[in-house]
């Protein structure tokens, strides 16, 4: 009954920012991790980042941790996404998801519920 929806993607230069936004609507998100994922062209689905809600507890992917920031807003029941400083290799759909339980997870197959993606292009 919830669904996700991704907004924020867009066109930026190597080096610059974005900050990608995921609303959760029909229920909270309180009692699940929530997860940011990536697909290239031509590669798998790859974990980015995920944060426990109750915790605030946050992980991230070794190519981007340190550039990546994932967060969250109680009262919007939104999840974001802010990506600095942006290299070309980030370019991607990027996707919210929610996982089936409050601990944390990589696996994409243990998330439930999947945005639409929204596009992040990054150029050199």
């Known amino acids: 009954q919830v669904q996700l929806v991704e907004a924020g993607g867009g066109l930026v230069q190597a080096g610059g920012s974005l900050r990608l936004s995921c609303a959760a609507s029909?229920?909270?998100?309180?009692?699940?991790?929530v997860g940011w994922f990536r697909r290239a062209p031509g590669k798998e689905r790859e974990f980015v980042a995920a944060?426990?809600?109750?915790?605030?507890?946050?992980y991230y992917a070794d190519s981007v941790k340190g550039r990546f920031s994932i967060s969250r807003d109680n009262a919007k029941n939104t999840v974001y996404l802010q990506m600095n400083s942006l290299k070309p290799e980030d370019t991607a759909v990027y996707y919210c998801?929610?996982?089936?339980?409050?601990?944390?997870?990589?696996?994409?197959?243990?998330?439930?519920?999947w945005g639409q993606g929204t596009q992040v292009t990054v150029s050199s």
């Open positions: 029909g229920r909270t998100l309180s009692n699940h991790v």
């Open positions: 944060i426990i809600w109750s915790s605030g507890n946050t």
């Open positions: 998801a929610r996982g089936g339980s409050q601990y944390y997870t990589g696996f994409a197959r243990q998330y439930d519920l």
